[in-house]
């Protein structure tokens, strides 16, 4: 859905109850959008943002979910916003529990 303003156009993400697939965990656009391309490991971000590889491999595996404090950090060590982060992580968790919600219905 398309969104038109005085000056600019902009997309406007469908309700979640709409979406057949999941959206895209934060993790896997931390790994695909930032680490791959900026060749970044694993490693060095955990080092970088003062946590454990573990916690890292985690999200990137979709195993632990962006909590307010990494949002910070990951938005600081890229140049995003925590908002970026949690809103992804948010859009996520909303997705699994409507659909796990639904089968009760």
Do not use: C
Not at 22 to 38: R, S, V, Y
Not at 74 to 98: I, S, V
């Amino acid at each position: 859905m398309k969104i038109l303003t005085k000056d600019k156009e902009f997309y406007k993400a469908p309700p979640i109850y709409e979406l057949k697939r999941p959206p895209i965990h934060p993790g896997e656009i931390l790994l695909e959008e930032f680490l791959k391309p900026l060749n970044i490991s694993q490693t060095e971000l955990a080092k970088d943002l003062g946590v454990s590889f573990r916690t890292i491999n985690e999200i990137v595996n979709q195993r632990r979910r962006i909590s307010p404090e990494m949002a910070i950090r990951l938005a600081q060590r890229f140049g995003t916003t925590p908002e970026f982060w949690l809103n992804g992580q948010n859009r996520y968790d909303l997705w699994k529990a409507y659909k796990k919600l639904k089968k009760t219905f």
